[in-house]
């Protein structure tokens, strides 16, 4: 992407512009029963400028990337601010800043392969499959890479360009079992492109293996329990659970338009073992799975701690939400498309892992459950949620018994996280999650598992 300069095109007098340059690429290839069903690959890009005058955003766009359609957007963006200014007559109102500089490519390092050869590679996985488990009704092998490159300049000093793809490989794996199908499936990957991850796919059949042998432990499923039971829920509900029914709650602009956590800031909402951070881009020295340096304002991404040792803390802003309650900003103002415009979004959201092991958390169970996998999952502003689970088992004196058939948990997040008595040490992050408050966008989400009181659907 070329250098843009707001110099040259702004006019004498304005309060604050952001200008944006963006292009969006996508690559889907995908097996089903060993017929390639999808090669595609697409883009979509264009500028973006908005302004902040008189109290109120005026926003424009157009996939015309040329020096003269970028004058053109910005006056647009103009005139649409002056315009709504006259009505709503706010004042001249400061945004807060704290901007940043910066250029964050993550293009692989390694020698880039072809389509042919990514083709070869799920072939491979496909061949595999079916020849050690010829009795799987279906089969389904997909890879997804989805690469966002961004040029944004800010009248406040902020500067950027950022390129962040993000690879996944989905395995589906669905069985006839009494005259009715069983599907099993798992993600992998996550930042990066295909060659970071992808490689011999030999590496890849012992995970072909284990989304098989779950499918199996689901035809001898039995119905779990209804009741509020002592749980264990491993890394991709823990996260599922703080990114939709505690990460959403605490999105200034749901606070603001009354989320529940609007009322708790400063007071426990978890028992003390509990922190719950919004990464920005790095932890424990690593990479997070959608890394933000800065954010689409131009303003320097920091960690949001949410929840500091069972004290609500913080909540997550953009640069309007952070000047209208009078708090710091955070970096979290992120878009998807180029027309869009920042919104307040979460970026790599986890419980800070503790001091238990998995194994330990489970033979502390006399009779309960240990849920391992979402299948969907919605949360509202008072962190009331439901989720469904895709794969779960018994626990009966501190073994692991049958698994349960899918089944769903329910409960109030803040309610939840009071009950948690024990955090495993590790970390495990979920990469191939997409948030769709408005516009859909990468999001990464994981943490430990947690032992705690959970709402139980069944019989």
């Known amino acids: 992407m070329k250098k843009m300069s707001l110099t040259s095109l702004l006019p004498a007098g304005v309060e604050y512009v952001e200008l944006k340059q963006q292009e969006n690429r996508s690559q889907n290839l995908a097996y089903l029963n060993g017929t390639l069903v999808a090669n595609s690959n697409s883009s979509s890009g264009g500028i973006m400028s908005r302004t902040f005058s008189g109290g109120v955003w005026g926003l424009a766009s157009s996939a015309d990337m040329s020096d003269a359609s970028m004058q053109q957007v910005m006056k647009k963006a103009l005139s649409n601010a002056a315009l709504l200014s006259k009505s709503v007559n706010k004042g001249r109102l400061i945004l807060p800043k704290a901007p940043a500089k910066g250029e964050y490519l993550f293009f692989t390092k390694k020698k880039q392969v072809a389509t042919a050869e990514k083709i070869d590679f799920l072939s491979a996985l496909d061949n595999y499959t079916i020849t050690k488990y010829p009795e799987l009704s279906t089969r389904q092998i997909a890879f997804v890479q989805d690469e966002m490159e961004k040029y944004i300049i ?11 793809p993000r690879s996944i490989l989905v395995i589906v794996l669905m069985v006839i079992h009494n005259g009715e199908p069983l599907t ?3 993600v992998f990957g996550g930042l990066g492109q295909f060659e970071d991850h992808f490689g011999d796919p030999a590496a890849y059949y012992p995970i072909i293996d284990k989304v098989y042998n779950e499918l199996m432990d689901k035809k001898d499923a039995v119905f779990a329990r209804g009741g509020t039971f002592e749980c264990v ?32 800031l400063n007071q426990p909402v978890a028992n003390d073992i509990v922190t719950l951070i919004d990464i920005a881009h790095t932890w424990d020295g690593k990479t997070c799975p959608v890394p933000v340096y800065i954010d689409d304002e131009g303003t320097k991404a920091e960690d949001c701690v949410i929840i500091e040792n069972g004290i609500l803390k913080r909540y997550m802003h953009n640069k309007e939400s952070a000047l209208r309650l009078g708090h710091s900003l955070t970096g979290n103002a992120r878009a998807y498309a180029y027309s869009d415009e920042p919104l307040i979004r979460m970026r790599n959201t986890m419980i800070v892992p503790g001091k238990d092991k998995l194994k330990d958390m489970i033979a502390s169970i006399e009779n309960g459950y240990y849920l391992v996998t979402s299948s969907n999952g919605q949360a509202d502003a008072t ?3 439901m989720f469904g689970v895709g794969l779960g088992y018994e626990v009966k004196n501190g073994k692991i018994g049958k698994a349960i058939k899918e089944t769903s948990i329910s409960g109030v997040a803040f309610d939840l996280l009071k009950t948690v008595t024990m955090i495993s040490d590790d970390m495990n992050w979920t990469a191939a999650g997409m948030c769709g408050k408005k516009q859909m966008i990468p999001v990464g989400m994981g943490g430990p598992a947690i032992k705690c009181k959970v709402n139980m659907g069944g019989k």
Do not use: Q, R
């Open 154 to 164: 800010t009248t406040d000093g902020g500067e950027m360009h950022t390129m962040t």
């Open 233 to 264: 829920l491993d890394a991709k509900l823990a996260g599922i659970l703080s990114h939709e029914a505690i990460g959403h709650t605490t999105e200034a602009d749901f606070v603001i338009n009354g989320s529940i956590a609007g009322e708790y």
């Open 184 to 186: 099993h499936y798992d």
């Open 383 to 385: 962190s009331e949620f």
